[in-house]
């Protein structure tokens, strides 16, 4: 009992990673009606902006928001610079352009920063505190809390400033939007920034489990888009809460079923995509894929 | 001291290789309720199109004595031009009062957008009901209620209004149509009124002009229209 609420715990933690990388899939998506192949790589490579910017003598909770604000520019500048242009242009287009821009990214992190995977800090103690009769590593809570609260932040930010109101309805409707005034063509540039702030939290809260390495975070994005697709792939809270979910099964899977730890822990990953996709393919908050003409 | 808001000048547009418009011209007076009729296909929702940027055109248009060539549909908007679309460009992922928030966004001058808002539920209570909800659970009536409270909350200086009146029974119709006077005259801000309905659409304006494939066929006093018994048969259809 006292071990399964630990590894509740741990899931819930890696859940919350999963779900800032699988809201930064969604972000994107509803904006552009595709995923961003390159989100997680985007994210790796912020990671190594982090990790560049504590070598250098920077405390860890100064370098944490700078790097999301220079994530949160690097967003805009690839959207304005690499997606606007195509982004008439044929679904296949896109598709190739962010597969592309992942394997970019991928060799940019490798050449400037090499592939051995270097540990990366983490500003929580490794120790454990006795909560309710469960001990909990401190490690767990912090990832839960940061996740929490930046997931908190972007569903504030969109749901009740002037600001989220017009990304959200640039998204979903950018003609209309057009004639209300709103820059649609600005909101969506911001869309992408946000998407690359949140997504790059995953990242920094991943590396020092995983260690960083530019192919780090291959496997984080196989269970991000399993959690956007259990969360409906359009629904920002359906990724945070498909996320937990992914996270849990993903832990649980690895603690008690015989075998599946380490690296068939993957394999649960896509076999959540599988089973969504077959059994409820508009997952667990998306609509009927129905549109009205 | 300029005497028309719009102006269109042997205007041209169509979509790609398809033109639409061959040179229209009309002119919209501050104030002024202007219909546009026509039959279907003749370029009026293409005229409406025209004038918010969303097609290609040539010749020039002036609002308010500035031309709005190469101007964004965003830019247009800004300038004081709102368009309710064909089909009433309801955001239907968005609830009914973040509709009318989006309508008010780029203003600043808070007490005025809350009398604004006081009118608008004046108008149409059943907005005020159902502020909570999505905007897809509306009726089309309801609907074309938020679309025109919308363009309210815009306080433009201009109202592009598409067909108002599709689609809704002949009761909504002619409620929604005494509001568009309301908001005229209390208001004043002009309005184009592209509609099929042209009876209805000839009793609201003071001025009309019918399209025909693309050209201004009959231009005129509404009154004078109605009472013209050739054009109402050849091209009013009533």
């Not at chain 1, 999301?68 to 287009?93: C, D, H, M, S, W």
């Not at chain 2, 004046?122 to 363009?151: D, H, I, N, W």
């Not at chain 2, 109202?159 to 929604?176: C, N, W, Y």
Request: proline share 4%.
């Amino acid at each position: 009992m006292q071990e399964f609420a630990q590894q509740v715990v741990s899931g819930i933690a890696i859940g919350g990673i999963f779900a800032s990388l699988a809201l930064a899939l969604v972000l994107i998506y509803n904006a552009m009606g595709l995923v961003n192949f390159a989100q997680g790589e985007m994210a790796m490579l912020a990671t190594f902006v982090a990790f560049a910017l504590i070598n250098r003598g920077m405390s860890y909770w100064f370098a944490f928001p700078v790097t999301l604000v220079l994530a949160f520019v690097a967003g805009i500048a690839i959207q304005r610079l690499v997606i606007k242009p195509v982004e008439r242009g044929p679904v296949l287009t896109l598709v190739i352009i962010t597969l592309g821009l992942a394997t970019l990214i991928n060799g940019l992190a490798g050449f400037i920063f090499g592939y051995v995977p270097r540990s990366f800090p983490s500003p929580f103690s490794s120790d454990s505190i006795d909560l309710l009769g469960v001990f909990v590593s401190w490690r767990d809570l912090g990832v839960i809390a940061v996740s929490g609260l930046v997931l908190l932040a972007v569903y504030v930010l969109l749901q009740r400033t002037t600001v989220g109101l017009t990304m959200r309805a640039a998204a979903h409707h950018p003609e209309a939007s057009r004639l209300l005034g709103v820059q649609v063509s600005w909101m969506l540039a911001l869309g992408w920034g946000l998407a690359s702030a949140v997504g790059t939290v995953s990242g920094i809260m991943v590396a020092p489990i995983l260690l960083l390495e530019p192919n780090m975070m291959q496997s984080i994005i196989i269970y991000a888009f399993a959690a956007a697709v259990l969360g409906g792939i359009e629904s920002p809270l359906g990724a945070v809460i498909g996320g937990i979910l992914v996270g849990l099964t993903v832990n649980l899977a690895g603690a008690y079923l015989p075998g599946v730890g380490g690296d068939l822990q993957l394999a649960v990953g896509l076999a959540i995509i599988i089973a969504v996709l077959l059994l409820r393919p508009n997952g667990l908050f998306g609509r009927a894929a129905t549109r009205r003409v | 001291m300029v005497s028309n808001l719009l102006e269109l000048k042997e205007v041209h547009a169509g979509y790609g290789p398809r033109a639409v418009l061959h040179g229209v011209s009309l002119t919209v007076p501050v104030g002024g309720i202007v219909s546009l009729l026509g039959a279907n296909g003749a370029g009026k929702t293409t005229t409406l199109r025209t004038i918010t940027a969303g097609v290609r055109w040539s010749g020039d248009i002036l609002f308010a004595g500035r031309s709005l060539r190469r101007m964004s549909t965003e830019d247009v908007v800004r300038a004081g031009i709102a368009h309710v679309p064909e089909g009433r460009g309801i955001c239907t992922e968005l609830t009914v009062d973040e509709n009318l928030r989006l309508g008010a966004h780029l203003r600043r001058d808070g007490a005025e957008v809350q009398k604004d808002y006081d009118r608008v539920f004046e108008y149409f209570p059943v907005l005020k009901e159902r502020r909570k909800l999505s905007a897809s659970t509306l009726s089309g009536g309801e609907q074309q209620m938020l679309a025109l409270a919308r363009a309210i909350l815009m306080r433009p200086k201009l109202m592009l209004l598409d067909e108002p009146s599709l689609g809704l029974a002949p009761i909504v119709v002619r409620a929604i149509f005494e509001i568009i006077r309301a908001i005229n005259e209390t208001s004043g801000v002009a309005v184009l009124l592209v509609e099929q309905n042209a009876r209805i659409a000839l009793d609201l304006s003071s001025t009309a002009y019918v399209l025909e494939v693309g050209r201004v066929a009959v231009s005129g006093e509404s009154a004078q229209l109605r009472g013209d018994e050739s054009v109402r048969r050849s091209y009013l259809g009533y």
